[in-house]
Structure formats: C-alpha cells, structure tokens
C-alpha cells in the first residue's frame, strides 16, 4: 500500500525516485510549451490557453486518481502530505505570484524548465527567484505575525466549502470542461494562429463525455473511511452479535499489575464529558481508528486490545470497525465508562458492596485508591496518542 | 527541424500520471520553488552562519531540513527538471540561448522584467508557501483548499494586472 516512502522504499531510495520524477516533469513542461515565457503569457491575454489546458487536466487527472487509489486502498490518504492553509497568506502570496507572473513571464518551475533550454530572460528569472527568497527571509521578522496567521490545518476544499467530496468532483470536472469549451472559443478570436484552430471537434467531444462519465462514478463513490464507519455501525445495531467482554473488576486488575499484553484504547465520543483517561491508554476518535493512524496503534496481535467508551453501544462500534479492520483479540469493557465508574471510582457504592462481599469491597477500595493516583501520575507525563511518524512534503 | 508542442491535454494527462505516481511512491507532490528556496538558504548558511541563525526564516528551515543540499528531495527533483528539459529540448530541437518577450519589449527591457518577476514570483511563493507547482497544481490533486485558494490567488490577481502590463506581452 502506498505511499512507498517511507516503509518500503528508503531515503536514498527516495531521492533517487526525486530525480526521476524531476525528469519526467521536466520533459513534460518542456514537450507541452512551458518553457516559453510568451506561451506561458497568453493565458492572461487569451492568445494561447497551454496553460489552462495543461494545467487544469493534470489537476482533474491527479485528483481522480488519488481518490481512485484511495478508494481501493492502494495508498494510505493519511500518509500522503497534504498542504495546510494559512488562509491570509495564501491569498496575498498568490496575488503577489500573479504580478511575478505578468511581469516575468514565467513562473519558478517553467522558468527552470525554460533556462535548461537557453532562455536567458528565464535564467535571469531564476536568478530573481533567489533574490526573492533572500528578501522574504530578510523582511521575514517582519512579517512573521501575518505569515503565521489564519492558519486551517490540512483541510480540504470540499470541507471548507461544507460539502461532500462528490458534490466537488461534480462541479470541478464541468467546470474545468467548460473553461477548455470557452477558452478555445476566446483563443480562435483572439490569435489567427492558435492552437485552437487545429483541434479536431469530434475528439474534444469524446474527451469531454469521458471527464464527464468519471465525474458522475466519482460522484457516486463514498468516502472509504466513511463506508467503513458506516459498515461498523449498522454491525454494531445487530443485538445477536457477539463480544469478548472485560468486565469492570478484571480491567482493574490488569491496570493495577500493569499487564503488558493488554493495551486500552479509550473511544473519544463526541460530547464527551468523560475527561478521564485510564492509566496507559491511547485516545483516539472512531475516525482515526478507522484511518491509518489506528492500524498503527492496534498492530500487534498477540496484546488484548480493549476498547473502552463512554457507552456500551459505542465500544460495540469501534469493535466491529477494528475487526472489519481485520484486528483480533479484541475485547469491550463492560457497561461501558460509566460502569466502571460506578464499581470503582463510587465510594458510596464500594461501601455497599463492602457489606455483601467483603473481598471484593476491598478489591475495589484498594483499586480506586490506586488507579486515581496513577491517572494523576499519567497526567504530569505526556499523554500517550495516535501520533505516528509523517511523510515530510512542502515546498 | 522545428517540431510542435505535445497536444496541451495529452501533456496534462501525463503531468497529472506523473504526480499521482509521485504520491504514490514519496507520499507528496512536485515542488518548484522549494528547491530555489533550499539554494538560497543553503548559500546564506555558508556566507554568513551566524545571520541564518538569528533569521527565523532560515532557522526554521535549518532545523527542518537541514544537512547537505543533494540530499534535499526537491533540489534533487528539481535538478532532475533540468535534464528533462534538456533532453525535451534537444529531442525537439529547440536548444537555443535567446532571449524571448512580447513583440514591443527590447531584449535588455525583458531581462530587467524577468528579474523583478522571478523576485516577486518566489516572494510572493514564500509567503504562500509553494508556487504554481507545490502549492496549486499539487494541491488541486489532493484537493486541499491551500491550492484552490492560492491558485485562484494567482490567475485572479493575473487577469486583474494584465491589461495594465499589456505592453509587455502584445
């Protein structure tokens, strides 16, 4: 499963497939006309659209691919870089790259491009690109505040827009069609000479009721951590299925002997008012179970992997997601949080069962005395979460 | 022999195979301006160690990706941009040293522009952190709202100037 890097390729590995990729990219731009700052200039002036085309197909074309690839689990989404937003700063370094592109000609990838076949206005570019980097480090003191700011994470168009995944694929490919439809209509009025002029009708007609046809599979495909959420809760409804269940009294035990081949995973639940974290335990929400970062955590497979949630109903869930996962020696705990509040941590109640069962009361009397104080040791220490290691990326 | 570009959606298609095949094997997309960034830094660190220290621009680049530049993914990418076009311009027989602008531009004008724009280009690319390939094309393929907004931050901001710049160009 992909990415390759960082599990099955190495680092040396991976800078040499760094070349290779910048070969191929290189002989790409170059064959489509990038390395000519004119050609690059049309698109502003609409007598030559290369780049629209070039650029809006690669975009559409990787987009659905990586869904694709997503979709069958042939890469780990989760593992792949996705670039943050810093919102403010996006927007004023990209109308900034807007005047370096009128005024320029080119932009740092094409000009590259362009200088390894002589272009000196481009080699010059080049050298003004460098010259950019040291003003912005320069100025960069001074600028750090805004540079800082607005930041959103690692989110995704389609979630700040606040709808699916599919309904974005459903707007972006028409639209992309219809700005190549426009755009030669715009070039062939423009420029006598264009491209324009030479594209055969018939073929720019099948190649738009292809775009069109993915969209409307792409449109239909749910989200593959989506489906598996889905799956597990519609399992987790089923009242005759079956669970190994830990009850309050033996999760206790094995905390108190400090039982290594058991690791907890406490199921963070949306309103959760429950900010108690049992000793050793790693929180995670359904989500990430369900994504990569889950996987890494549940891997070994001879450890007694209990789910513990505020409720019964939502261990059931990420139970039946970790064993859809394929993960095994899995167990719930018992009524859920709330039980094992109420047998543990509820003085009143251990008195209770003190006077019935003598044994027990003491059990639980030791065990509440001894696992708060390590809840309280574990809060000095940091906690223990779904952080795994990241691909690195970023320009 | 003058021979004619590669038809414009062909060529997207193959850049777009290109960089699902990136993710697939390094986990990220191409970069461009990156690199240029690693060169800058890389030489402000020889010529003057105790500058790119208290700078916390370089600093934060150092501590990130520090150690020697040929062992930078985007520089090594880059260089390989190098010789792909290269050999794209030797296959299709453009190799030539000249200099290319509008119609109105004299060569000495355009090399004075080129410079401003490639300065602006990778200023503005800092601030953005990536440029049209590392932040918009790549982000247009895993759909990330850092490379919807500064893509059309830039083509925006581009359609907004042209006509105030037309001189340069028809």
Redesign the interface.
């Known amino acids: 499963m992909g990415p390759l890097v960082p599990d099955f390729i190495g680092e040396e590995f991976n800078l040499i497939a760094a070349l290779l990729i910048g070969i191929a990219f290189g002989y790409i731009l170059e064959q489509a006309g990038f390395s000519s700052s004119k050609r690059l200039a049309g698109v502003f002036y609409g007598y030559d659209f290369t780049v629209l085309r070039v650029f809006f197909t690669a975009g559409v074309t990787a987009a659905v691919g990586i869904i694709l690839l997503e979709q069958f689990s042939l890469i780990d989404a989760e593992f792949i870089f996705i670039n943050p937003t810093w919102l403010y700063p996006a927007i004023a370094g990209g109308v900034i790259m807007g005047f370096g592109f009128i005024i320029g000609g080119y932009c740092p990838g094409t000009s590259i491009c362009a200088a390894a076949i002589g272009k000196k206005d481009a080699m010059i570019f080049v050298l003004g690109a460098l010259a950019g980097v040291f003003l912005f480090a320069e100025l960069f003191p001074y600028m750090v505040n805004f540079y800082e700011s607005s930041s959103l994470g690692a989110v995704r168009v389609y979630d700040s827009l606040g709808i699916s995944r599919g309904l974005f694929i459903i707007i972006l490919i028409p639209v992309a069609v219809a700005a190549f439809y426009f755009t030669t209509k715009i070039e062939k009025k423009v420029s006598t000479e264009a491209d324009g002029h030479s594209f055969k009708g018939g073929r720019h007609f099948a190649f738009a009721t292809i775009l069109i046809a993915v969209t409307l599979v792409l449109a239909l495909l749910p989200e593959k951590n989506e489906q598996m959420l889905e799956e597990a809760s519609v399992l987790a409804a089923d009242p005759a299925a079956v669970y190994k269940v830990m009850d309050s009294d033996e999760l206790a035990f094995r905390l108190l002997e400090g039982d290594h081949t058991m690791q907890v995973f406490q199921i963070k639940m949306q309103n959760d008012r429950d900010s108690l974290l049992l000793p050793g335990a790693a929180l995670l929400d359904l989500k990430t179970l369900a994504a990569k970062e889950g996987s890494v955590l549940l891997g070994s497979t001879f450890t007694k992997k209990v789910l513990v949630a505020g409720d019964e109903q939502t261990e059931k869930e990420a139970y039946q997601l970790a064993s859809l996962m394929g993960y095994r020696n899995l167990y719930i705990l018992k009524g859920g949080m709330e039980e094992f509040r109420n047998s543990i941590f509820a003085r009143e109640n251990i008195e209770i069962i003190r006077q019935s069962d003598l044994v027990l009361g003491e059990f639980r009397s030791d065990a509440c005395t001894r696992i708060e104080t390590m809840i309280m040791a574990a809060k000095a220490a940091p906690v223990k979460t779904g952080a795994v290691k990241k691909v690195k990326g970023g320009c | 022999m003058k021979t004619k570009?590669?038809n414009?959606?062909l060529?997207?298609?193959?850049?777009?195979?290109?960089?699902?095949?990136?993710?697939?094997?390094?986990?990220?997309?191409?970069?461009?301006?990156?690199a240029?960034?690693a060169?800058?830094?890389h030489?402000?660190n020889v010529i003057s160690p105790e500058h790119s220290q208290q700078?916390?621009?370089?600093a934060a680049f150092n501590s990130?990706r520090a150690g020697n530049p040929l062992?930078d993914?985007?520089v090594?990418?880059?260089?390989?941009?190098?010789?792909?076009?290269?050999?794209?311009?030797l296959i299709?027989d453009?190799?030539?040293?000249?200099?290319?602008?509008?119609p109105r531009v004299k060569n000495g004008m355009?090399?004075i522009?080129?410079?401003?724009?490639?300065?602006?280009?990778?200023?503005?690319?800092?601030?953005?952190?990536?440029?049209?390939?590392?932040?918009?094309?790549?982000?247009?393929?895993?759909?990330?709202?850092?490379?919807?907004?500064?893509?059309?931050?830039?083509?925006?901001?581009?359609?907004?100037?042209?006509y105030f710049?037309?001189k340069?160009?028809?």
């Open positions: 570009y590669m414009p959606y060529a997207g298609f193959f850049l777009g195979v290109l960089l699902i095949g990136t993710f697939y094997i390094s986990g990220r997309g191409l970069g461009a301006s990156g240029i960034k060169v800058t830094v030489t402000v700078n916390g621009f370089y990130s062992r993914w985007l090594l990418e880059v260089f390989g941009v190098i010789i792909g076009a290269f050999i794209s311009g299709s453009r190799l030539k040293f000249t200099t290319e602008g509008g355009r090399l522009f080129a410079f401003a724009g490639g300065l602006l280009f990778s200023f503005g690319a800092q601030m953005a952190r990536g440029c049209t390939s590392g932040a918009a094309l790549t982000g247009m393929a895993v759909l990330s709202t850092a490379g919807f907004v500064t893509m059309m931050a830039i083509f925006g901001s581009g359609y907004a100037i042209a710049f037309r340069l160009w028809i």
